[in-house]
């Protein structure tokens, strides 16, 4: 009887044990930070950046409590809003953040969890966007000073976010576009204002090709006139040499140049097939035809031709 109530007694005990172990202890993951609560009071906090390890870890057990909190980045979700830039231009802002919970201890004080913690980093950034793109154009938002701008924005951010125990690693402005109506109206703008561009550089081609053509009219007309004075200039220079030689070659031979010019007026009074000429054979036209010395017979009547 006795053994059998000690068999039980420690059976319970073993019992009363592993539940106490079991409650006692707790593991803290690579990814993970915790809190210790001693009756609501913080005791410690574990696996914070800078301190302690991750690993196994006991607790009393019904007395303390152990909350748990992620080490790893967390995502932030903006909203869509609408912005008024220093140019009083409406844009369209979408934007996201990346967080970390820095301090466990002041996150618990403050938010306690992550769902509140996101709604109030939410309002923070969306306050510090409207006021920083409130003071920049819309060209430095969009193109010209973007990075400058969020890293502003985050700045702004961090410090309201630094009483909440978190830390805002990456702030990024992923959209910034006019809202549908604005876009429509500028898109139309720059249409209108291309095709005046365009208008403007067609007549001012059309007017340079016809300063061009006109030009060129000019040049060719001078140049024909020019090609055609140097023509007859060279054509008279050469009828000139040509005379003036004829005249040097009658006075050394006349005989010669006679009989040059004769041969000469054949071949231009005979070309063709229909030419006919009415004279007397003994015409001093054909006196190298009877008489290849050219010497005209005694008595020959003056010539007397008709041609047709």
Same mark, same amino acid.
């Given at each position: 009887?006795? %053994? ?14 592993? @539940?106490?172990?079991? %409650? ?20 410690? @906090? ?11 870890? #006991?607790? +009393? ?8 909190? $992620? ?6 979700? !903006? ?6 830039? %220093?140019?009083?231009? /409406?844009? $369209? ?20 969890? +992550?769902?509140?913690a996101n709604q109030r980093l939410?309002? #923070? ?5 409207? /006021?920083?793109l409130a003071s920049a154009s *819309? ?19 961090? =410090? ?8 805002? +690693? ?22 209108? $204002?291309?095709?005046? $561009? ?11 090709? @016809? ?6 009219? *000019?040049?060719?007309? @001078? !140049? ?17 040499? =040509? ?15 006679? #009989? ?24 001093? #036209? ?8 050219? *010497? ?13």
């Amino acid at each position: 009887m006795n %053994a059998q109530t000690l068999r039980t007694t420690l059976i319970a005990l073993s019992a009363v044990l592993v @539940v106490l172990v079991y %409650a006692s202890a707790f593991t803290v993951g690579q990814t993970q930070q915790a809190l210790v609560l001693q009756l609501g009071r913080v005791r410690t @906090v574990l696996n914070q950046a800078g301190t302690d390890r991750p690993g196994l870890y #006991f607790k +009393i057990p019904f007395l303390e409590t152990v909350v748990m909190f $992620e080490k790893r980045l967390l995502d932030l979700d !903006l909203p869509v809003q609408t912005v008024l830039s %220093a140019d009083r231009q /409406n844009l $369209e802002v979408d934007a996201f953040a990346r967080y970390k919970i820095s301090d466990p201890l002041r996150f618990y004080q403050s938010v306690n969890n +992550i769902a509140l913690a996101n709604q109030r980093l939410s309002s #923070f950034t969306n306050a510090a966007t409207r /006021n920083v793109l409130a003071s920049a154009s *819309r060209d430095a938002i969009v193109r010209t000073d973007r990075e400058g701008l969020m890293n502003r924005i985050q700045e702004d951010v961090n =410090r309201q976010a630094k009483n909440l125990g978190v830390e805002i +690693i990456d702030l990024r402005l992923t959209r910034v576009d006019l809202p549908a109506a604005n876009s429509q109206a500028v898109y139309q703008r720059m249409q209108t $204002e291309r095709q005046r $561009e365009a208008a403007d550089l067609r007549a001012n081609g059309q007017q340079v090709a @016809v300063t061009i053509k006109a030009k060129a009219d *000019r040049d060719v007309t @001078v !140049l024909l006139a020019e090609a055609q004075q140097q023509s007859d200039q060279l054509r008279g220079s050469g009828d000139a040499d =040509r005379n003036r030689i004829l005249a040097e070659a009658f006075g050394q031979d006349p005989g010669f140049f006679a #009989f040059y010019r004769s041969m000469q007026a054949y071949e231009k009074g005979l070309t063709g097939a229909d030419t006919r000429l009415v004279m007397s054979p003994n015409s001093e #036209f054909f006196r190298y035809f009877n008489d290849p010395a050219g *010497r005209a017979r005694a008595g020959t009547p003056a010539p007397a031709a008709s041609g047709q």
